[in-house]
């Protein structure tokens, strides 16, 4: 009897020794893969980074390039392949509009409690489809300090139609109504002047620091859709006439820009995206980039 | 009985060394690749942070520092083992002159062709185009 237990026992062992170094090649190979997967999606996000970089330089080439005069300038959205399945794109409602403050009107305060004659122009290049009109849909007006603490936002005008009228506490965000021609600038338009105002429901303190955030109607979700948090006025309140420090005196806008890296040439396997804030008037005929936020996305792991 | 059950233990023995070679030879083989995959990986990273570093330097370089055409980098001391090369070409110029550059960041192992290179990182930089202090 003892001698028949034996029968098949090798055979038992090899199994058992096949199973043990199947586990342990399972094992290894996972961990191997997971590795390298690792190692390649974090080189697939550095090249997403400089290639966001190239689209966002591109648009400001586009941008520079496109008329001698600031006042006259535009570009429209890009999506370019660099080399095989990598590239970038750009454009958002949120990038066209280009905020000004002292042309081709000068910001300035009326009655202490309207801040009027800033500038938003589209500089989009009316060759380009559907992104060419920009319509705002919100809006977050913020001031400091608070002075009185009853104080609210009581109306936003545009070219001299009401888009806002109701009371709005510091810092909310308000809800755009009216027509949406109302809110809306075809490429090269502009609201500005006189007309084009911030209304509060009493005095604002002096000085004061007024910034607003526009959202677009295109995407209104996401950051994407959103400028950038713009300073009206940093300081003592002044007329229109009065040369002041606490009129910006940047010309800003702010462009997205997305760098994607796929595996092949339609499926984008990471994404990263910058969103810029570009002085478009710095001296010496250069633009600044002064703002810099990124994001990274892996779409597939 | 006895006489069959020792016959029967040497078979399963030549069976074993038989299917225990073919598993062990595939199974020597497989990480083989597995430690080529792995260096490879390694390699590869090691190579885009070297790109990145190099790339970060070219952002902060002047402009006029970024000519056109192909320069060897001299290596990182820690990392012997790598050449980095510096690829600069004209995207779009205008008047002015106004200058849109496309840079490009290539790594290599140490006497590579930079035929299949280990790293490329692809930007552009401008002339008019500075990095701020947001002051």
């Known amino acids: 009897m003892r001698v028949s237990d034996e029968r098949g026992f090798g055979l038992i062992l090899l199994i058992t020794l096949i199973a043990i170094a199947s586990i342990f090649i399972s094992g290894t190979t996972i961990f191997v893969t997971n590795a390298a997967r690792e190692t390649q999606l974090k080189t697939d996000r550095a090249k997403a980074a400089s290639l966001a970089q190239a689209g966002l330089l591109q648009a400001l080439h586009n941008w520079r390039v496109s008329n001698a005069s600031e006042a006259s300038r535009t570009y429209s959205e890009l999506n370019a392949t660099v080399t095989g399945a990598q590239g970038y794109q750009t454009g958002t409602q949120a990038d066209f509009a280009y905020f000004t403050f002292d042309s081709p009107a000068n910001a300035f305060w009326s009655g202490s409690n309207t801040l009027a004659g800033w500038t938003i122009r589209n500089i989009h290049s ?14 977050i007006v913020s001031w400091t300090p608070q002075g009185n603490a009853s104080r609210r936002l009581s109306r936003i005008r545009l070219n001299g139609t009401p888009v806002y009228n109701a009371s709005a506490p510091n810092g909310a965000l308000i809800p755009l109504t009216g027509s949406a021609a109302a809110r809306t600038l075809a490429p090269g338009a502009s609201w500005t002047g006189n007309n084009t105002d911030l209304r509060w429901s009493g005095a604002l303190p002096s000085p004061v620091r007024v910034t607003v955030q526009w959202i677009f109607q295109d995407d209104s979700s996401t950051v994407r859709s959103r400028s950038h948090s713009v300073v ?39 994404l990263s995206t910058v969103k810029a804030t570009v002085s478009g008037n710095a001296a010496g005929g250069f633009m600044e980039i002064i703002d810099w936020d990124g994001v990274d996305q892996n779409l597939f792991s | ?31 083989v690749e597995l430690t080529r995959q792995g260096i490879r990986a390694r390699d590869a990273a090691v190579a885009y942070n070297l790109a990145r570093l190099k790339m970060a330097e070219a952002d902060a370089a002047d402009f006029s520092t970024l000519t056109t ?6 290596d990182e001391a820690s990392f012997p083992g790598y050449d980095i090369r510096r690829e600069i070409s004209d995207v779009a110029t205008a008047a002015g002159p106004i200058t849109l550059r496309r840079v490009d960041i ?28 947001g002051a």
């Open chain 2, 106 to 133: 290539v790594v290599d192992y140490a006497g590579g062709t930079f035929a299949s290179p280990l790293a490329r990182l692809i930007t552009y930089r401008h002339n008019l185009v500075r990095f701020g202090d």
């Open chain 1, 232 to 270: 009206y006025w940093d300081g003592a309140q002044a007329n229109a006439a009065t040369a002041t420090a606490a009129r910006p005196s940047r010309h800003t806008f702010s462009i997205v820009a997305t760098g994607r890296v796929s595996e092949t040439t339609k499926l984008p396997r990471v």
């Open chain 2, 1 to 31: 009985m006895k006489k069959s059950s020792a016959g029967v233990t040497l078979i399963e023995l030549i069976l074993i060394i038989a299917i225990g070679a073919v598993v062990t030879g595939g199974a020597v083989r497989f990480a």
């Open chain 2, 69 to 74: 055409g192909n320069a060897v980098l001299p």
């Open chain 1, 126 to 139: 009316a060759s380009a489809t559907p992104l060419s009109n920009l319509t705002v849909k919100q809006a």
